[in-house]
Each structure stands twice: as C-alpha cells, then as structure tokens.
C-alpha cells in the first residue's frame, strides 16, 4: 500500500486566503485524523472521523477551520480564512482499530506558512 | 491539565547509556498506550505499544505501564546516536471511540 497521502507538501499563502489540505488514507483503515504540530503546543488533535462521519471536532480552534470526508478514501481540511498564526505542520493519519490494538500511520504531513 | 503530559527535554544522554522517558495521562479509562518517534521534518512512526501493566520489550526498547499511577515509561537501551529524535508518548482514550492524543514529546539526543 502506498501509505498515507497528503497534499501538497508545502503551502505557502497569505494571510486571509483559503487554504485547502488533502488526505488520501489507507485503504481499509476506517478511522482517520488530523492533527497540527507546532512547537509551542506539539501535536494537537483537531478533528477525527470514523467511517468517514466526524466524531469529535473539539480540537478545531475556531470556526476558520472546517473539515470533511466525503468517502472513504478522501479527507479534506479547509482553514477560511487563513492567520498567520495557522502556520504549522498538519498531519493527516490513519487505522484501523480495534479494542486494544491499532497503530496510527502518518502522511509525511502539510507544512503551512501563512504571511 | 493536559490529557499527556512529558517533560520535553531535551534529555541528553552519552552513546550506550540507557535512555528513560517517561509520560503521565489523566485519563483513567485510557486502555491503550504508545510511543512514537519523529526525526525532525519527518512525521511520527511508531515503536512501541503497550496495553496491559507491567513491561514489554522489543531490542533495545522496554515500554513500561503502571495504570494506578497513570504512568507510562520508555527505556532504550544502548543508546545510539540514531535514536536521537523527539519520542511521543499516546494514548488512546475510554469509551466507544477511540479518540488518540500526543504528549508535546521529549527531545532525545545521544552523545557520540
């Protein structure tokens, strides 16, 4: 399988702007989640889907930020409009999990640069 | 009172020593435990998991869980300076869905 996959790898874009992140997961897997890493706060949770319908979007840091998975195998993030202070690395990840089981697999990740 | 919490760090250690890493939860319904390595610019991998108390090991990597104290830890023997990465520490939390939050990480590096 060709693993998690994200795009584009790079965004850069300025303040104000709509900004559109990607996410094919695994094919199979039927939780999938999207993070954002900054230094200051690490990994932060923003929204998770199972089987492609949002289970909790708590992590969402305002109404900017909107996210949805039409099928199974696509994910989108949407941040309307884009702050400087959304510039981060946004990590999409897959799995299939069971009671106890059940590894997290990353794409290789968003990086945002917002101006 | 963040959900996981590490200590980030950095934690230096000389090449060969062992490494020990250690991270707290406070959820007490937390079944399933993790540990993930991230070099810098790359994404997380996972390197070990852990769900029932006492240790588990893999090479030179022992998870240790203790759920009364809510504590996780991750011991790395031989250290090596290829192991110089951030750890986090995961855990998945209680109830139906399975909802995974990341400590902030603890940035290891390893003295040649």
């Known amino acids: 399988d060709a693993g998690v996959i994200q795009s584009p790898r790079h965004e850069v874009t300025e303040m104000g702007q709509e900004v559109t992140l990607r996410c094919k997961p695994i094919s199979g897997h039927d939780y999938l989640f999207w993070y954002r890493q900054t230094m200051m706060r690490g990994l932060e949770l923003l929204i998770y889907?199972?089987?492609?319908?949002?289970?909790?979007d708590s992590g969402m840091p305002e109404d900017r930020f909107s996210a949805k998975m039409p099928n199974a195998s696509f994910s989108t993030l949407k941040i309307q409009p884009s702050e400087p202070r959304d510039s981060a690395v946004y990590f999409c990840?897959?799995?299939?999990?069971?009671?106890?089981?059940?590894?997290?697999?990353f794409g290789e990740g968003s990086r945002l640069t917002v101006l | 009172q963040k959900e996981v919490e590490q200590n980030s760090g950095p934690l230096s250690v000389p090449e060969g020593a062992i490494a020990s890493l250690n991270c707290t939860y406070s959820?007490?319904?937390?079944?399933?435990f993790f540990w993930y390595r991230q070099y810098s610019g790359k994404s997380p991998e996972l390197i070990m998991s852990i769900y029932s108390n006492g240790d588990k090991e893999d090479g030179r990597f022992t998870a240790q869980l203790n759920k009364a104290s809510q504590y996780v830890s991750l011991l790395i023997r031989d250290s090596q300076p290829s192991d110089s990465a951030t750890y986090l520490c995961a855990a998945r939390g209680s109830g139906g869905y399975q909802k995974v939050t990341f400590g902030t990480g603890t940035k290891l590096q390893v003295i040649p």
């Open positions: 889907f199972n089987n492609n319908v949002p289970i909790d």
């Open positions: 959820d007490r319904g937390s079944q399933s």
């Open positions: 990840a897959s799995s299939l999990l069971g009671t106890y089981t059940g590894e997290l697999f």
